[in-house]
């Protein structure tokens, strides 16, 4: 079921991530000196941060669905 997607975004630069969203954390971390930066600065945009907690459901979730039948019941 769908109960137990989230959606991750990892950014990475160089072979080092530097930044990551996950919708069960709720914001953006940093994991360089660059990406604490860039946390601040996403984190700061509480609009922002709402549409990539709220992508779980509209882009997660929807694809999900469309995707489960081709590649989960094989």
């Not at 509480?46 to 989960?72: Q, S």
Request: hydrophobic share 30%; net charge positive; aromatic share 18%.
């Amino acid at each position: 079921g769908t109960e137990k997607v989230r959606f991750v975004e990892r950014l990475i630069y160089n072979r080092e991530q530097y930044l990551m969203f996950d919708s069960d954390v709720g914001h953006f971390v940093g994991y360089t000196a660059r990406g604490e930066k860039c946390a601040q600065h996403f984190n700061s945009n509480p609009d922002y941060v709402e549409r990539k907690r709220a992508a779980v459901d509209w882009f997660c979730r929807g694809w999900y669905k469309t995707v489960t039948p081709f590649g989960v019941e094989r």
